[in-house]
């Protein structure tokens, strides 16, 4: 066990590196375009922030977060998603108190127990957005726009953008209401966790994983017969915009998302080629969620990309960018007597920017030709015997295999020019 990384996780070696920062470069890039900054939390928080945050019926807090009491007998948990935690730093810090909005993102890690499988890890990784401090759908409409905007630019075609109104505390009675009457009848086949949700939370029954509840939910009263004129008019503003910037829009009423603080506006942009994990970003608007955990009632909204998915769906689509990682020079020594030189110059190469290496272990001539291909180098420098008694080296360009003596002195002013 103790060379088998723990069931859920999974090590990013190396030659895997390149794509995540394609990935990472691609979400920085087009964030800063929107005018988002970038925000990093801790991984772990007090329990209680995502008990109140994210919703004590939730399957996230039911069943899934990864809990513990530390040494000094506090309940604490690694961060299962990070809007939570953007909205603590957010009260934390008073950016309430700075010109709204305030358009955060953030990339890295969270944890949840969950199933294995492909493209989901009990430690995964996410990129989030966070808008705060403005009401009305143009906001909404944005941060569609820009998820829509990343996964496009990364060459993904096959998005479909579902999206819904999961109302407010002023519509969300009535929907409750109907919602018991109508799974009442059908309360004994439901699974026992939507028993539970059915008095505590009925809109948490159209989010139930179980088949058999899943039909039961088939033909269940929308929240759209039951939204209130804000709401309404909400929906109806966003949907405009959307259709203004050309993005086309599939109305999903039971699209409630899996956490409790979403008001208004929910969606999920889907990549149909995925399957059953088609789900690559979801998000919405959540107006209550900063005072719930004891900030100045603010609007917000936000979205989650799950990146692994994101990558799963770019290898499928051979979207990922194939050039391999290359080294400027090589330095080869046939000579160790060299070596100190040799050793030197390659420090002073990488002082001046350039990527260099040497062989470590004073193997022969041939044997470092080969491992300057192996790391893919575009130049290498031969300290030969005669060349070098002359205060000279040789150059040679590994992809048309030409050649020069340089002097030793003007290496980094000839490799510059070459690089």
């Not at 709401?231 to 259709?243: D, P, Q, S």
């Not at 088609?278 to 719930?292: H, K, Q």
């Not at 994101?310 to 007597?337: G, I, K, R, T, Y």
Request: glycine share 8%; aromatic share 8%; net charge negative.
């Amino acid at each position: 066990m103790l060379t088998t990384a723990p069931r859920g996780t999974k090590d990013i070696m190396p030659a895997d590196v390149k794509a995540w920062r394609y990935l990472e470069e691609t979400m920085r890039r087009i964030c800063a375009q929107y005018g988002y900054k970038e925000i990093r939390t801790p991984v772990f928080e007090h329990t209680e922030l995502f008990l109140r945050g994210i919703g004590e019926t939730t399957d996230v807090v039911e069943k899934e977060m990864y809990t513990f009491t530390d040494r000094g007998n506090r309940s604490i948990t690694l961060r299962p998603e990070n809007t939570a935690s953007a909205v603590r730093a957010y009260i934390e810090h008073k950016l309430y108190a700075e010109p709204a909005p305030t358009k955060l993102f953030y990339i890295g890690p969270m944890f949840r127990y969950d199933r294995p499988q492909a493209g989901r890890y009990r430690q995964f990784h996410q990129f989030g957005i966070e808008a705060l401090g403005i009401q009305g759908p143009n906001i909404d409409a944005e941060i569609i726009l820009l998820a829509v905007q990343i996964l496009q630019s990364l060459g993904l075609k096959d998005l479909k953008l579902k999206i819904n109104s999961v109302g407010c505390p002023k519509c969300r009675p009535l929907h409750r209401e109907k919602l018991q009457a109508f799974f009442k009848p059908h309360f004994d086949e439901l699974c026992k966790d939507c028993q539970s949700r059915y008095a505590r939370n009925p809109l948490r029954l159209l989010d139930c994983k179980n088949p058999h509840c899943h039909e039961l939910g088939d033909g269940a009263p929308s929240l759209e017969e039951c939204l209130c004129d804000e709401c309404r008019e909400h929906f109806e503003g966003l949907k405009k915009l959307l259709t203004a910037a050309g993005i086309e829009y599939e109305i999903d009423h039971n699209l409630v998302r899996g956490l409790d603080y979403y008001t208004k506006t929910a969606f999920e942009i889907q990549y149909q080629p995925l399957g059953a994990q088609s789900a690559v970003c979801g998000g919405g608007r959540y107006d209550g969620l900063i005072e719930e955990v004891g900030g100045p009632a603010t609007p917000g909204i936000g979205f989650a990309m799950g990146m692994e998915r994101v990558l799963l769906a770019l290898e499928s689509q051979n979207l990922l960018p194939a050039e391999m990682e290359s080294m400027d020079v090589f330095a080869v020594c046939p000579n160790q007597e060299y070596f100190p030189t040799v050793f030197k110059t390659v420090i002073d190469l990488r002082r001046a920017g350039l990527k260099a290496e040497f062989d470590f272990q004073g193997r022969s001539m041939k044997a470092q030709m080969k491992q300057a291909n192996k790391v893919n180098a575009r130049n290498v420098l031969i300290f030969g015997e005669d060349e070098f008694a002359r205060g000279q080296v040789v150059l040679r360009n590994m992809a048309t295999s030409e050649q020069k003596e340089i002097a030793i002195t003007d290496i980094i002013t000839n490799l510059q020019a070459e690089v």
